[in-house]
């Protein structure tokens, strides 16, 4: 469960990241390599954090072939995936529920902190999109005012509170995953945000 669930967030942050660079109109250089930072960049800082190196994706192939399938599947059918931007939220929603999971997991491996490892989680599922809004000119979607690392530490916090209860793992990575995704979900369709520490709104 757990290599699976690394393996869709892959492709959920690829197919992200495809989506980006066709909106930034790239060529297919360009779009293969925004797909291969967003998808890798936050297991990337992870394990090299953690001291597991070489990094997962430089020990498994498989991770390679996923990007590239992904971002030949994005490219496509972009005529069939109608607005980009939904499409681009969903993507990037689930690759952050997916890599939080498998940050957390990571932590634990690795015998940190409880804290240590939500806050492990949350940096594997934001930094590749970090990365890929700084390489197109965006405004990283963590330093705005949406609710988009809060879900992760909520998704990593609640998989410490689950755990000791008796489930099965899958289930427990399933349930902190999917708390990530529909606090992230709910923030944006009803427009929450964390508080502006300005008094003016520009």
């Known amino acids: 469960m757990f290599y699976i669930i690394d393996i869709l967030g892959t492709i959920a942050f690829a197919i992200s990241g495809v989506l980006v660079a066709l909106n930034k109109r790239m060529d297919a250089f360009g779009i293969l390599i925004i797909a291969f930072v967003t998808a890798v960049g936050g297991g990337t800082l992870r394990d090299i954090l953690i001291g597991e190196t070489p990094v997962s994706w430089m020990k498994d192939m498989t991770f390679i072939y996923v990007v590239i399938l992904s971002t030949i599947f994005a490219v496509a059918f972009r005529s069939k995936i109608d607005y980009l ?60 005012k949406e609710v988009y690392a809060t879900a992760c530490i909520l998704g990593g916090a609640t998989y410490f509170l689950i755990i000791k209860l008796p489930l099965a793992s899958d289930f427990v990575f399933i349930i902190a995953g999917a708390v990530v995704i529909t606090v992230r979900l709910i923030a944006v369709k009803f427009k929450v945000s964390l508080p502006n520490l300005y008094k003016d709104d520009y």
Do not use: Q, W
């Open 85 to 144: 931007r939904k499409s681009l939220l969903l993507f990037d929603t689930i690759g952050i529920g997916l890599y939080t999971v498998v940050g957390v997991e990571k932590g634990i491996s690795a015998g940190l902190h409880p804290i240590i490892c939500v806050f492990l989680g949350t940096m594997s599922a934001c930094f590749g999109g970090v990365i890929r809004d700084i390489l197109c000119n965006e405004i990283p979607v963590i330093f705005r």
